[in-house]
């Protein structure tokens, strides 16, 4: 089977090639995992990747299963020039992990985790998942900082920053990473820690799949659980403002134990929820207590006293069910998303009242108005100490649309815009979380509202191990001149 592929060209995306069955066949001979074209029974269902948004069809899958499968691939992408695109989990919302045409680097082979209780470290291949890591980690207690969906991937939401339930008691993923495997745009296996590559340690803390493929991420990991006090009160959206307010004033001044959020949603008719939520129009408190379950009980008491709950499902969980608590709301590959964020340093009553206004508007009921608290131990960290950048803001506003029918494409699109730009313009607003953002970040003004200061530094990076922007299917960082 000889496939057609992307070229780059120069700067832009362009040409095409061949890979003839000769070079395929060579490929194949090393090769560990399959590698799967068009005409491959596995090819349609390889293509899925969580956001509906994106049905889109690469020239080649090469799954690997291995570093050497990687260095494979990327040597072959060189040779022939070709548009490379890495997939870990597949959750970009931008659908950076999927091209036409691309060679699919896709390392869903790779999700080993290893635990070691003694350094309290953990070591996870580039495609593990974070029900992956939780379920290795928790068998001896632990925890890494990671997302609160668990088929999200570790690789993306790593190298993008990663906020969850712990962040304000352990700092955000990116933070957690001591060490990595990397591998450059030629093809070299690199280990990046503090003593080797620490330029390239800072830069993948937040700066994206732009140095490399992660092959393996060393992280820090934490005592938690494995039964922590959930704080899940769902409050009936009639009494959105005040249970807000409430909200706003308890969180000015929470102990780090605490990682809470605040989500205007609809919740859907499913039946693992109580009857009395299923499709209501709510304000939902979300809280972890990242400390033992009597204190967690003591510490999120207020936040189920704001109002009277529809429905408080807050109690002792193990910390593993808390992780995927959200999954069954989001089937891969069926809710189409379009999302976009701004931090804001404090929510003063134009942006409450803009939160409120703005969830009203949702073009669909499983679009939500999401507003993590932040700061924490995640706060405390300086701006230029990482590649993630400012960590002053205490919240966050994500407008996250989903939908499930193609035909309301435009219409939720312009809603996160338009919400997007009256939240940007309010004088608290400052940059935006690149993870949650439905397209590539690719002007110089937006670049810069992620980065700050950083940007420079990241171009020069960029220019060290990665000058000819092989990997640019992300939010691209143009190599330094
Ligand atoms: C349902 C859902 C829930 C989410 N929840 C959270 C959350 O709680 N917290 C949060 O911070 N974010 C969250 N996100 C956003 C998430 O962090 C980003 O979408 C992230 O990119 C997902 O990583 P992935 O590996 O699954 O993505 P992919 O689509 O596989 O990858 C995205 C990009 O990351 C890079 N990449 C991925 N793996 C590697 C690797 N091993 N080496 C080099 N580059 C790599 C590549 O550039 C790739 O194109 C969520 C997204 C979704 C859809």
Redesign the pocket.
Known sequence: MAVRLRTLGTAEISGETTLSDEVLAELRTAFRGPLIGPDDDRYEKACV???GMFRRSPGLIVRCTGTADVVDAVRLAREHDLLI?????????AG??IHDGALLID?SGMRSVTVDPALRTVRVQ??A?WGDVDREAQLFGLAVP????S???????T??????WLHRKYGL?CDNLRSAEVVTATGKVLRVDEDNHPELLWGLRGG??NF????AFEFDAHPVGPVVWNGTAIYPAANAERVLRFWRDWTTDLPDEITTRAVRWTTPTAPHLPPELHDQDVLIIGALHAGGTADGERALAPMRRFGTPLVDLSGPTPYRAVQSMLDPF?PKGELL?YWKSTYCRELDDAVLDLVLRSALERPHPRTMVHVPLLGGAAGRIPETATAFGDRSPQYMLSFDANWTDAADTDRAVRWVRDVLAEAGAQPSATGT?L??SGEAVLDPGARMAAYGPNLERLGRLKATYDPENR?R??NNIPPAS
């Open positions: 990747v969580q956001n695109a890495v997939r870990g989990g597949g959750h970009s919302i950076h992990s390392l580039g495609g998942t990671g997302g609160i969906v088929s999200t991937g570790v690789g993306g939401l190298l993008g920053g990663g906020i969850g993923t994206g799949g490399g493929i992660v092959t989001f998303s979380y993870n949650f990997f299917l992300n």
